[in-house]
């Protein structure tokens, strides 16, 4: 197990977690030991990625770094958006999912890293992005103050809805039966069988990310030192516990045998790894931290070993079970305005599904060595002058 975090001073950092196997309760610890501090990045770090092999970095260089975990070796770059990386989802080994300020939505082959699809999902930027469970559907929201629905069988956009203001998290639950858009310090939670708002629920401060720790209840972090949970249901705060001394900026939660964690990383430099109890109305107790000295911004946990049985996103010939709720995801609500994606009859938008390898692999499209990019970024440099001084 190991956790992985990027910053502002463009290093990725990792730590390998020791769990303390005779020690109980509350009082049990465990120890992080620094594994590797990685400078690949020109620009500080924005996002970060992880599946049971890699872990993948994206920075506002414009470029995602990959890493293999197993042999701890740096994979190469992938070269393709033309703005801040801004978000970044495996999903199960096989596919990679980006998001950027460019507003493309860029579908990677995980194993041969290759583009499959690159798609123009946001007038504005893309500021997230989340995987239903299924590997069927997919939301994104930017700052076209737009919640797009994607059908990741067809590749193709299915609904848009406008939501008035600009979000900046979008999270599925664990069952995928609901999902909350972030607006500043708002959560509106949206019921996937209705597509309607069940609930709003509001933070003190802005909210800076959200993780599921089951299907209701709901943790939450954002400006300020605090970490909340909150009950999707209720709407009610279960519980709150000071965690760090600034702004907590991201969040990640999983679960091994016997343990339920959740891991934070904050601007204080900070990353602490947490117990959670059985009754969340209870604050976690702190298993784990180590200063980074850095101001942290993104954060992973790799998780050696884990058999992920998401391997890949369906393929286009399988019917999706969800089809009935992408309808209701776009249904026309009091005050809303939803748009049905407009069929454009292009030559290269076939209804081909996402596991299908892309023929036509563009020169800026790949894997990319770190080598190559800086000679490329040296060519591009010496090319804009060159057409400054013949323009002047």
């Known amino acids: 197990m190991e956790l992985v975090a990027g910053c502002y001073e463009q290093v990725l950092f990792g730590f390998a977690v020791h769990p303390e196997p005779e020690a109980c309760g509350d009082h049990e610890q465990w120890t992080l030991v620094a594994d590797f501090t990685h400078h690949a990045h020109t620009a500080s770090l924005s996002a970060v990625a992880v599946n049971s092999r890699f872990v993948v970095t994206g920075s506002k260089d414009e470029t995602i770094h990959i890493y293999d975990m197993k042999k701890k070796i740096e994979h190469g770059a992938l070269v393709h958006h033309s703005g801040t990386i801004t978000c970044l989802k495996f999903y199960g080994n096989r596919h990679l999912i980006s998001g950027a300020e460019d507003g493309l939505i860029c579908i990677w082959d995980a194993k041969k890293w290759e583009c499959l699809k690159s798609i123009k999902a946001h007038k504005g930027q893309v500021t997230f992005l989340s995987i239903h469970p299924s590997g069927k559907l997919a939301l994104s929201v930017g700052t076209d103050k737009t919640l797009r629905t994607w059908n990741l069988v067809e590749g193709r956009s299915a609904f848009i809805k406008n939501i008035k203001q600009n979000a900046h998290i979008v999270e599925w639950s664990p069952r995928g ?125 790799w998780l050696d070993k884990v058999a992920d049985m998401k391997e890949s996103l369906p393929p286009a010939a399988e019917p999706s ?35 299908g390898d892309s023929k036509k692999a563009t020169k800026e499209s790949g894997l990319v060595s770190t080598k190559k990019r800086k000679m490329v970024e040296m060519l591009e440099k010496k090319r804009k002058k060159k057409k400054i001084k013949t323009m002047q």
């Not at 091994?256 to 990383?265: F, K, R």
């Not at 776009?330 to 009859?345: A, C, F, L, Q």
């Open 177 to 301: 039966e609901q999902y909350v858009v972030i607006i500043q310090n708002k959560i509106d939670i949206y019921q996937l069988d209705t597509a309607s708002i069940s609930g709003t629920i509001t933070n003190e401060k802005r909210i800076s990310s959200v993780k599921f720790l089951s299907e209701s209840v709901l943790a939450v972090a954002g400006d300020e030192e605090v970490i909340r949970f909150f009950d999707c249901d209720s709407l009610v705060c279960l519980c709150e516990f000071k965690a760090h001394e600034n702004r907590v900026k991201d969040m990640f939660s999983f679960e091994i045998p016997e343990h339920h964690v959740i891991v934070s990383a904050s601007s204080d430099g900070f990353i602490k790894m947490w117990k959670l109890k059985q009754d969340k109305k209870v604050p976690p107790s702190l298993l784990c931290e180590v200063n980074t000295n850095a101001r942290l911004t993104c954060l992973g946990v």
């Open 321 to 355: 079970p969800v089809s009935k709720e992408q309808s209701k995801i776009g249904k026309k609500e009091p005050g809303d305005t939803v748009h049905k994606e407009e069929k454009r009859s292009k030559p290269n938008t076939k209804k081909r599904g996402l596991t």
